[in-house]
C-alpha cells in the first residue's frame, strides 16, 4: 500500500497530465502548497520507486503503476463526493474537503460498496467522470445484494436498489411506503402458504408480498462469509 | 375556509375529523377504512371552516382509487389549508408526504397525532420540527382530546414563516429540474413549477397533461437518459433523496429512549409468528362465531322474556279495545315487530359489531391479513380481502365499498360478488341461528356455515380461473396492537345499527300491520296461492313462505321477521320442521342482495355485472334449496 503522501502526489500529478503534457515541479508544489524543493524531492523518490517516469526540466508522467495508484485513488475521491452530495446532502465545497480527507483512510471493499449502493455513478457532483473500477459491473452489481424475498426470517440489511425494469406501479408503491436506496430493513417473520413477508422498515412494519419483496434488493449486514452462504442457498431456490 | 384532513393511512385522520367536527365517520385501527371523503362545518371565531376527511395516501401518485380520491380533491378543491396528520411514533414516513405538500405550494399544518404513545417511546421536539420545517406544527391526541383546539387555531391563524423546507435532491435531479423549468410559465401549470416538474418526472400521469407536449417528450427523454446512466428510475432517487432528509430531520426531532419490549410487544409478536399466530388466529375467529351465538343467544332469550311479561296484557288490551279484526291486525302488526327487532337486530347484530369494533381497534385484523395472504391467494385474492369479508359479516354495504382498497377492479368483483353470495350479513347470520339454529339445533345452523365456506372456496376458485390473472400482491402496515377505545367502538356500533332502527323499523311495522290485515281477512292465501307448486313442491314449504322471501328482498332480517308475522308467533318450531328452517335458512344464506347492497353493486361496478351476480345468487339459493329439500329429508 502507498503512503498518504505518494498517493496525494500521484494525485496531483494524475491532475496536471490530464491534457497529455508532463507535469512541472513548480505546477506541482504550487498545486499541493508547498516548497518547490520538496516537490522535486519527492518527485525524485517517487521516480526511483517506480511510479513516475522523470526527465529534469520535462518534468514527470505516471507510469503503469503510478496510474493504477491514481486512478484508485481519484476514483475513490470523486465516489466519495457523490456520496458526501447525493447522500448525506453535503454541499459541494465540504464534500471535496472531507473526500480529500477520507480518499486515503475508506477500503477498497467501503469503495465498493459505496459504489453498489449509489448504483455505479459515472460523474462526480461537478460532472467530472469518476474512474471506473477493474471489476466487472454485472457482477458485482448483483453480488452482494439478494432480494427481501429471499431472506430468511431474523435477517437484516440496507436496501441497495430496487429493479426498476417491469412494473413502475409496484415500484412507486414501494417507494411510496418507504423502501428506497440506503435504508435499513429486517425480515421479522415469514408466512405460509407463500405469503407475505412480515418486515420492518423505520418504526413500521409492513406485511409485504413476495413479488413485491423480489423487487428489493438488499445487502446484508452480516459478514460475508455467511451472506455467501446464504446467497448459495439462494440461489438454489430459484 | 376548505381545510383537508392529508395523511398515510391509519393515522388517524377519521378520528381526529370526529373529534374536530364532532361528526361521526367510522375509524378503525387497520390502513384503508376511509373510502371516500367524508366533509363536515365547523365554525370557529365567526369563519366557516370546511373539513374534508380524506382517504390514506402514501404519495401523491394517485396509485389505488382511494388515493386518486384523495388527490382529486386536493387538486380540485385547492383547500386553504392542508392539515398533514402523522403519527407521532413514526414520523419518517409523514414527513415524506409532507414534503410533497409543500413542494406543490399547499399550506401545511402538521398533526403529530398518537403524542401519548410517542411520549412513552421519545421525545419528540414539535418546536423543533415546526422551526424546521416553517409549518405549524402540533400534537395531538385525537381519542381525547387533547391538542385539537391548537390545531383549529393554527388552521385558522395563517401561515408562520415565509419559507417552508426544501427538500434538495441530487445533483443530476437538480438540473434536470432546472432544465425542464426553464421557460415553463408557472400559471399554466396550476402548481408551484417545481414540485409539478418533480412529480412529472416521477412519471405521475395526472401532472403530465400540465405541461405542454414538447416538455412531456423533453421528460420522457431525460428520465431514459437517467435510467441509462444509474441504471435505476429516476423516481427511486427522488424517492430514496426524500426519504434521507426525512431521516435527518426525523433524528434532529427525536430523542430516543431505550425501550424494553413490553408484554404488549411479545403479544403483538406472537400473533405474527405463523406458529403462534395461526392458532391464535383460529381461537379469536372461533370465539367471534360463539359470542354472537351464545351471547346473542342469551340477550335474545332474556329480552324477549321480559317483553312477554311486560307488553303481552297491553297488546291483548289494545286490540279489545279497538276491537274485531282491525284491532288484532294492527296490535299484531305492532307487537311483532316489536318482538322482530328485540329478537334480531339487537342481540345478534349488535354483539357482532361491538365484537368487530374491538377486533377493528385493536389493530388485530391487518395481522390476520398477512397470515392468510398466502392461502387466499389460491382462490385468486388477496389478504387484504379478509376486512371486507369480515365487514361484510356485519352488513355487505360497507363491505362492497371496502373493496376499494384493492387495486384492481377484477379482484373488486371477485371480491364483491363472493362477498354477496357466500359472506352471510349478520342480518343473514341472524335469520341463520334464529331459525334453524335456534329451533332444529346449532349443527343445523353449523352445516350451513360450513357449506357457504365451501361455496367461497369453489367460486374463488372458478372465478379466479375464469378470469386469469394472478392476483395482485400484498403491502400493506401492520400496526402496534393496543387496546380499544370503549368509546370509539360503542360510536362505531351505533352509527352502524342506526339503520336498523331508522330505516328497517318503519319498514318492519308497516309492512307487519299490512300482513296482519291481509292475513286477517283471508287475502293473503290468494296471493301466495299460484306460488304453491314452487315453494311447496320445489323447497318443502309452506306457500306463505313467498311473502319472507319477497321481504328478503328488501332487507334480510325481514324474512324472518316476516315468519313471525305469517305464523303469528316467534316459536316457529310449533310451524316448522328443523329440515324446513333448514331449506329455509339455506336459502336465505346465498339468495339476492338486498336493495342496499344491490344499489351501492350498481353504483360500483355497474348494471351487467350486477345483474349477472344477483341472476347467479338467486339461481344458487333455489338450487341448494332444491337439492337440500330432498337430501334432508332421506337423511
Known amino acids: 500500500m502507498s503512503g498518504e503522501s505518494t498517493e496525494e502526489y500521484l494525485e496531483c500529478i494524475f491532475d496536471l497530465t490530464k491534457e497529455g503534457l508532463p507535469a512541472k515541479t513548480n505546477d506541482i508544489a504550487a498545486r499541493l502548497n508547498i516548497s518547490a524543493g520538496s516537490a522535486s524531492e519527492m518527485v525524485q523518490k517517487l521516480s526511483r520507486e517506480g511510479y513516475l517516469d522523470y526527465e529534469r526540466y520535462a518534468g514527470a508522467v505516471l507510469t503503469e503503476r503510478g496510474k493504477a495508484v491514481a486512478t484508485k485513488i481519484k476514483r475513490k475521491h470523486r465516489l466519495l463526493e457523490s456520496f458526501l452530495v447525493n447522500i448525506l446532502g453535503m454541499n459541494k465545497k465540504e464534500s471535496h474537503q472531507e473526500a480529500c480527507r477520507l480518499e486515503h483512510a475508506v477500503s477498497d471493499e467501503s469503495e465498493k460498496r459505496i459504489c453498489q449502493m449509489m448504483n455505479n455513478p459515472e460523474l462526480c457532483p461537478d460532472g467530472d467522470p469518476i474512474p471506473v473500477c477493474e471489476e466487472d459491473c454485472a457482477s458485482c452489481a448483483s453480488e452482494p445484494s439478494i432480494e427481501l424475498s429471499k431472506m430468511g426470517s431474523g435477517d437484516e440489511g440496507m436496501i441497495t436498489h430496487l429493479k426498476c425494469d417491469e412494473e413502475p406501479q409496484k415500484i412507486r408503491k414501494l417507494i411510496s411506503m418507504g423502501f428506497v436506496p440506503g435504508r435499513e430493513v429486517s425480515v421479522e417473520e415469514r408466512t405460509p402458504a407463500k405469503g407475505p413477508l412480515v418486515v420492518r422498515i423505520g418504526d413500521t412494519r409492513i406485511a409485504l408480498g413476495r413479488d413485491y419483496a423480489s423487487l428489493v434488493h438488499v445487502s446484508s449486514s452480516r459478514s460475508d462469509e455467511t451472506f455467501r452462504r446464504r446467497r448459495r442457498k439462494g440461489r438454489g431456490h430459484t | ?635
Not at chain 2, 154 to 163: D, E, L, M, N, T
Not at chain 2, 464 to 482: D, F, R, T, V
Open chain 2, 1 to 635: 375556509m376548505d381545510v383537508a384532513l392529508v395523511g398515510n393511512p391509519n393515522v388517524g385522520k377519521s378520528i381526529l375529523f370526529s373529534r374536530i367536527t364532532g361528526i361521526g365517520a367510522i375509524s378503525s385501527n387497520y390502513p384503508g377504512t376511509t373510502v371516500e371523503f367524508e366533509e363536515a362545518r365547523v365554525v370557529r371565531g365567526g369563519e366557516i371552516l370546511t373539513f374534508y376527511d380524506l382517504p390514506g395516501t402514501y404519495s401523491l401518485a394517485g396509485g389505488s382509487e382511494d388515493e386518486i380520491v384523495a388527490w382529486k380533491l386536493l387538486s380540485e378543491k385547492r383547500p386553504d389549508c392542508v392539515v398533514a396528520v402523522a403519527d407521532a411514533t413514526r414520523i419518517e414516513q409523514s414527513l415524506v408526504l409532507v414534503f410533497q405538500l409543500i413542494e406543490l405550494g399547499y399550506r401545511v399544518v402538521l398533526a403529530l397525532n398518537f403524542m401519548d404513545v410517542a411520549r412513552k417511546r421519545f421525545n419528540v421536539d414539535t418546536r423543533r420540527l415546526s422551526a424546521i420545517l416553517g409549518i405549524p406544527v402540533v400534537g395531538t391526541v385525537a381519542l381525547t382530546g387533547e391538542g385539537i383546539d391548537e390545531l383549529v387555531d393554527a388552521v385558522v391563524s395563517g401561515p408562520i414563516a415565509r419559507f417552508s423546507y426544501v427538500v434538495r435532491y441530487d445533483s443530476h435531479i437538480e438540473s434536470i429540474v432546472a432544465e425542464l423549468s426553464s421557460g415553463v410559465e408557472e400559471e399554466n401549470v396550476g402548481f408551484p413549477l417545481r414540485g409539478a416538474v418533480l412529480k412529472l418526472l416521477e412519471g405521475n400521469e395526472l401532472f403530465a397533461t400540465r405541461f405542454s407536449e414538447v416538455v412531456q417528450r423533453k421528460t420522457v427523454d431525460v428520465r431514459s437518459i437517467f435510467r441509462e446512466r444509474h441504471l435505476e428510475d429516476i423516481e427511486v432517487h427522488i424517492g430514496r433523496d426524500r426519504y434521507g432528509e426525512a431521516g435527518k430531520v426525523a433524528s434532529e426531532v427525536i430523542g430516543k429512549l431505550d425501550r424494553l419490549p413490553t408484554t404488549a410487544d411479545r403479544i403483538s409478536d406472537l400473533t405474527l409468528r405463523p406458529r403462534t399466530g395461526i392458532p391464535i388466529m383460529l381461537a379469536v375467529l372461533l370465539g367471534v362465531f360463539l359470542s354472537v351465538v351464545y351471547v346473542g343467544g342469551a340477550i335474545e332469550t332474556g329480552l324477549l322474556s321480559v317483553y312477554h311479561s311486560v307488553f303481552d296484557g297491553p297488546f291483548d288490551a289494545l286490540a279489545s279495545l279497538i276491537g274485531g279484526q282491525t284491532g288484532v291486525a294492527l296490535s299484531e302488526g305492532i307487537d311483532l315487530s316489536l318482538q322482530a327487532i328485540l329478537s334480531i337486530v339487537i342481540p345478534y347484530i349488535l354483539v357482532f359489531y361491538v365484537i368487530l369494533g374491538i377486533l377493528e381497534d385493536s389493530g388485530y385484523l391487518p395481522r390476520v391479513v398477512a397470515l392468510l395472504d398466502g392461502v387466499m391467494h389460491k382462490i385468486g385474492l388477496h389478504g387484504r380481502a379478509i376486512i371486507p369479508m369480515m365487514v361484510g359479516i356485519g352488513c355487505n354495504v360497507p363491505a362492497i365499498l371496502a373493496t376499494r382498497v384493492i387495486e384492481s377492479k377484477r379482484e373488486r368483483l371477485i371480491l364483491a360478488t363472493l362477498t354477496v353470495v357466500a359472506v352471510p350479513c349478520s342480518a343473514q347470520v341472524a335469520v341463520i341461528l334464529g331459525t334453524v339454529g335456534r329451533f332444529g339445533g346449532i349443527w343445523y345452523a353449523v352445516v350451513i356455515f360450513l357449506i357457504l365456506l365451501s361455496i367461497l372456496l369453489i367460486l374463488g376458485r372458478l372465478l379466479h380461473k375464469a378470469m386469469k390473472l394472478e392476483p395482485s400482491s400484498l403491502a400493506i402496515e401492520i400496526p402496534e396492537l393496543s387496546v380499544p377505545h370503549p368509546r370509539n367502538v360503542l360510536f362505531k356500533t351505533y352509527v352502524r345499527i342506526k339503520d336498523f332502527f331508522i330505516i328497517a323499523f318503519p319498514l318492519l311495522l308497516v309492512g307487519s300491520i299490512v300482513l296482519e290485515f291481509l292475513a286477517q281477512y283471508g287475502i293473503l292465501d290468494a296471493i301466495v296461492g299460484p306460488f304453491a307448486p314452487f315453494t311447496e313442491g320445489f323447497l318443502g314449504l309452506p306457500a306463505v313462505i313467498i311473502v319472507a322471501l319477497v321481504f328478503g328482498i328488501l332487507r334480510k332480517e325481514m324474512s324472518m321477521q316476516m315468519l313471525v308475522l305469517l305464523f303469528g308467533t316467534a316459536e316457529l318450531s310449533l310451524v316448522l320442521t328443523a329440515d324446513q328452517l333448514f331449506v329455509f335458512a339455506l336459502v336465505m344464506a346465498t339468495y339476492v342482495p338486498c336493495i342496499a347492497a344491490f344499489t351501492v353493486m350498481l353504483k360500483e361496478f355497474g348494471l351487467k355485472d350486477t345483474l349477472k351476480v344477483t341472476a347467479g345468487s338467486i339461481a344458487l339459493a333455489f338450487s341448494l334449496g332444491g337439492i337440500a329439500h330432498p337430501i334432508i329429508s332421506v337423511v
